[in-house]
Structure formats: C-alpha cells, structure tokens
C-alpha cells in the first residue's frame, strides 16, 4: 500500500469556507452582500500582495455562486460540486494562469469556449491568475467578451500588480483590494494551527515569523512548516533567529538607542557581530525602521518613550532609513551599505530644522531683549 504525499501546512490550512479567511473583512462582507442582493457583477479584479488570499477567495466565490442549493456565501461541507471545485476538478471553474497563458491565441479559444453552456454548474467561472501577464494582444482580445459576456459567464481576474493591467479592462471590473494581513492576526492563525498540529512553540518565535512574512499568511505558513521540519514539536525563538539570520527585538531596539546617541564605536561593533552570524542586514534595517516607527507612536500618543528622542528626529531617521533600504538591498556591500545607512542615520538624528533652532535661541534670550527684536 503507497503512503500517501505530505500536504504543507498552506494547502491543508487554505480557507474552505469565507468566514476563515483571515484579514479581508471587506471583501467577505461586500462578496456576500452581493450575493443576497443578487447584484453578481460579469467581472472582478483581485488586487494585493501574494499570500493574501485573492486566488483562494476565487475559488471560495465560485463556489458560493455554484453549489446545489445556492448561490450564498457559506457552502455545506456534504457539496458535490462545492468539493469539485475546490479540489480543481470541477469542469465549469476553469482556472488559467496568466503567465503561460498569455498568447492571443489562446485568449481567442478562450472566447470562443465562453460560449457554450456550463455542463453542471449555473455559471462557468473564469479565473485567471497573474493576470498582468497576458500580452496587449491578448487583453485586446479580451476586451468585447469581458465587456459582454454571455450571461452564464463569469470572470475572477487575479494580480500583485495591477499597474501593469490596461486600464480598459480595470474600468470593466469591479476591484477588490486585498489588504497586507496584519502580524496579530497572523500570530493567531499560527498559534490556532500549532495547537491543531500538536507543536509546541514560544510567543517569541511565532511573532519572528509573522514579522517575516511580511503580511503574507501563506508564507507565514511556509515558514512554520519549515521551521517545524527543522526543530521538531518544540520551536524556540533562538531557533527562528538561527535559521533565517533575524536579530532579536533586543538586539534591534539596542541598535536603534545608539543611533540616537550616537556611538558609532558601539554601532560598528554591532554590525560586526551581525556579520560574523550571519544576520540578514536588510531584514535587520527594516525592523530597526519599525522600531522606530513605534518610538515615534509611543512619543506622539502619550508625550513620552523609552528612549530620549524628539519626533522630528524620529521622522528624519526613519527618512534616512528608508532611501538606505535599496542601497542594502541592490548593494555589492551589504554589511558597508548598512553601516554608511546607520551612520547617515545618525547624522540625520542630529541635525535640527531651522525652526528648531529659532526656537531654542529665543528661549535663551531675556525678556527686554525678545521686545525689543519684536
């Protein structure tokens, strides 16, 4: 008897149903308040970062909109055609990727095939991914069908990048933004499928891979699975640190008080101990601009912060900051581009607007002398 294949944790945890999808209220809300006003639009444009859930909404609307007893929002799990079209099997949920289906040619079949009625679902359902991909030819042809389709015809456009869609296809959709998914809900998620999983994990690690992820919750997903392939049933912040080069919180918060205080000794010992432990310079810059952000918002909010440093020297570093983001990124150096980062970062720290200035001077002078110069 053959054992059958590993799932990874995305596939098993991808949503079944709408009320799982995790960070996309308002598109939940307004998918299913279409479907009980019976206002189904003839086309729709998935838009936001990879991982979010635009492919996997699709497939959940095709099925809200093709199962036995619908359309509506929550499907039965004893669905027929509900489960075909979840697992790809169903033959009226045609899915299409745009990258190696982007030919004219194959756009024309597409249209011609538009035509035929669907073999056991109520609509025939389109859902092409990336599809930014297609060819100006391709979408060309697109355009009259996507404008008039067949009322049986339904089309679920998908892309990360909807700048490089013709804006005459846009005009002819309804667009949904699928937002980046917040780290706390992606924190739940994960402590929700490690209490499934039998996984022991600390607080620490699971928030070191939601950070990572970037808003993404399949790739948060990943790399749990990862992690779990590494460690075993016990998963440790150390052991996080270790296998993608992150630096702690600690590490980061310190980095950023000697930015502020200016110690570059300090701040070049620091950046050699990264070095030596193989810590990503990038990821680490982008959580030393997030630190800061959140000494900015602890300043603004109650007028005081762990560490001594007025906003507008919080905004000018943060600034510096991010125009050293590509340097790290693109850079021959990564290790010297950090440190010039820093250091331009500190240099920005200390400057003080002109504004600043006056302002302190005319504080120092005595009354009669303020008078006077008014």
């Known amino acids: ?19 799982e999808l995790v960070g996309q209220d308002h598109v939940v809300q307004t998918l299913g308040n279409a479907i009980k006003m019976d206002r189904i639009a003839h086309a729709y444009l998935f838009v936001g970062p ?37 697992d790809g099997r169903c033959l009226d949920v045609i899915e299409i990727d745009g990258a190696s289906n982007n030919s004219v040619d194959q756009v024309r079949d597409l249209r011609d095939e538009c035509q035929y009625a669907p073999a056991q679902c109520r609509y025939k359902i389109y859902v092409i991914d990336e599809v930014h991909m297609l060819s100006q030819q391709a979408f060309n042809a697109l355009l009259k069908t996507l404008e008039e389709p067949p009322s049986h015809v339904k089309f679920v456009f998908a892309t990360t990048e909807s700048h490089k869609v013709l804006p005459t296809i846009v005009s002819r959709c309804q667009r949904f933004e699928f937002r980046s998914i917040p780290v706390p809900l992606i924190v739940s998620k994960l402590e929700e499928i490690c209490i499934a999983e039998g996984i022991e994990v600390e607080k620490e690690a699971i928030e070191a891979v939601a950070r990572m992820a970037m808003g993404g919750m399949r790739d948060a997903q990943s790399i749990l699975d990862q992690m779990i392939s590494f460690c075993g049933k016990t998963i440790s912040q150390t052991d996080v640190l270790e296998v993608y080069g992150l630096a702690s919180k600690e590490r980061i918060s310190s980095l950023a008080e000697l930015i502020i205080n200016a ?21 680490a810059l982008l959580d030393l601009s ?25 905004v000018r570093i943060l600034d510096s900051l991010r125009h050293g983001e590509d340097l790290v990124r693109m850079g021959l150096s990564e290790k010297t581009n950090f440190e010039v980062t820093l250091f331009r970062a500190v240099e920005a720290g200390r400057t003080r607007s002109i504004d600043q200035v006056i302002r302190k001077i005319s504080g120092m002078l005595p009354d009669d002398v303020k008078k006077k110069l008014n």
């Not at 294949?5 to 009320?19: L, T």
């Not at 509506?72 to 004893?78: G, H």
């Not at 602890?298 to 507008?312: A, F, H, W, Y």
């Open 290 to 314: 997030d630190s800061f952000r959140e000494f900015l918002l602890g300043i603004l909010r109650s007028n005081d912060s762990i560490v001594k440093c007025e906003p507008e020297q919080c």
């Open 1 to 19: 008897m053959t054992k059958s294949a590993y799932q990874v944790i995305a596939r098993r945890w991808r949503p079944k149903q709408f009320s």
């Open 50 to 86: 990879r991982g979010t859930g635009k492919t996997t909404s699709a497939r959940l609307f095709a099925k809200s909109l093709n199962w036995e007893d619908g359309p509506s929002l929550e499907v039965p799990e004893s669905s027929d055609i509900g489960n075909a079209i979840m």
């Open 263 to 283: 110690d570059y000794d300090a701040i070049i010992k620091l950046s050699d101990s990264f070095s030596n432990e193989g810590v990503d310079f990038y990821r």
